[in-house]
């Protein structure tokens, strides 16, 4: 744990700019020597001799006098930008400054800083080889308040990663290239993965396409196994390295390499002139363990490697954007580090304190849980809920009585819009990766398949409910469209029109729902 009385201490000593001996010569310290700061993962990094290249974190500083801004959001109201910044010198992200600028409205991540000073912040990643599904085949960009998250006591957003969201910089300074040697870590959600490709961070394309093997070298995270995987069914770490997700020495399967999924996860990669390993720890508590560490893919064009030096998160090299994945912080290196420098690092990352925050229920903010319930006359004990014997989306009955799998069918986790982060969609809580979507303007819950049809189709804009009474869903690709019941099942409809269920009598209740806490 972090020990303020340091910082304040440090602070103190900044601003006076002189040496001092603390009470009873406990420690020494001067403006200039930093003696004092608490040592972070890339001051670890660099007494290693592997200094830190680019550092990323929506969480917390990763150098001990680092002082700068960590990220940058930009709400939807009126397009303004803020940058989120340090509660204290070397300490942890303000994350009520993003509160308040986003009170009311909603933000996206625009922005991660670099705090190595090599300037490689993150930004939107724009169309590669494969487009994404915002304006131009530009990729999305998360919603700061998806991850809600706690460090050491403090609140905090990580990086939530949909699929089609992704970050890059292709102008990098000071990141490896060719078969130069680097070290990567992430501290992850390794609760929050998917099997599309690739939720990786690290080294990549230049050009955003697949320049070939070995012009790549990033940490992945997820259960894809259409390249490598490992022991169990996943997710596994694995390092992308260009066409080619490798769990070890062998293209693809390695059984050294395991299934972790630790709410909060360290993973580490490192790779230099044939040799690379990866390596992983539970980010709360313990140490690294190395799932493989020897000479490079027995597969051709890996040895030696031809890296490039852009920067991917969220993303594959050549933009492929069907990932999901949440990140806090992490770290690229110049060399390669020792495994003692990582453990060190480890202990520093459990020593912060990451913790699951208190996630608000019954709100329409992104990461809540809800339940959405009818106003109607006729159906007011009525919540909207999926069926188990097929797909579609109805209302029905749902109190404290109703069986366990029954409140789990009519409680959503709300996320940010797959189509449009100001937009919500709503993801089944008892079906993980299973969106509230229309077909043929009929409700179903259907799992993502990634594509910008079923991104839109999942797509609801949340408005003053069309009764006056709570809130309206408004349909983002057919805009006179809402959420509504009819006959018991739901549909998007408009107020009278051609499907039954546009029936203009009574569209302003039916498409009016309340929010309620969950049921499950
Ligand atoms: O190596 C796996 C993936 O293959 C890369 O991320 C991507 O560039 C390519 O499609
Ligand atoms: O629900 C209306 C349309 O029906 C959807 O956009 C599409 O997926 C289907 O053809």
Known sequence: MKRPWIHRVRRALLAAGTTAVLAGGLLTATATTSQAATQEPCDIYAAGGTPCVAAHSTTRA?????????????????????????????GYADAAAQDSFCAGTSCVITVIYDQSGKGNNLTQALKGYWPGPAAGGNDNLANAFEAPVSVGGHEAYGVYVAPGTGYRNNHTSGIATGDQPEGEYGVLDGTHYNGGCCFDYGNAETSSTDTGNGHMEAIY?????????????????????????????????????????????????????????IRAGNAQSGGLSTYYSGVRPNVSGYNPMHKEGAIILGIGGDNSNGSAGTFYEGVMTSGYPSDATENAVQANITAAGYSSASTSTGSLTPGSRVSLQATTACCTSDYLRHDDADTKV??????????????????WIVRAGLADSSCLSFES??????FLRHYAFELYLNTDDGGSTFAQDATFCPTPGNSGV??????VNYATKYLRHYDYTVYVASDGGSNAWDSASSWSQDTSWLTASPWG
Do not use: C
């Not at 020495?249 to 990669?269: C, E, I, K, Q």
């Not at 709570?470 to 349909?475: E, I, L």
């Open 221 to 277: 995270f997820g259960n894809s196994k259409t390249w490598g995987y490992g022991s169990g069914n996943g997710p596994w770490i694995m390092t992308d390295q260009e066409n080619g997700l490798f769990s070890g020495v062998n293209a693809r399967y390695n059984a050294n390499d395991p299934s972790v999924n630790d709410r909060f996860l360290t993973a580490v990669a490192k790779g230099g002139p044939n040799l690379w390993a």
């Open 62 to 90: 990763l150098y001990g006098a680092y002082n700068g801004p960590l990220y940058q959001v930009k709400r939807a109201s009126d397009g303004a930008t803020k940058d989120i910044g340090l509660l204290s010198v070397g």
């Open 470 to 475: 709570g809130h309206s869903f408004q349909s």
């Open 429 to 434: 809580a008892n079906n993980p990766g299973q």
């Open 394 to 411: 109805v209302i029905s009955a749902v109190n404290s009585a109703s069986s366990a799998t029954e409140k789990a069918d009519a409680s």
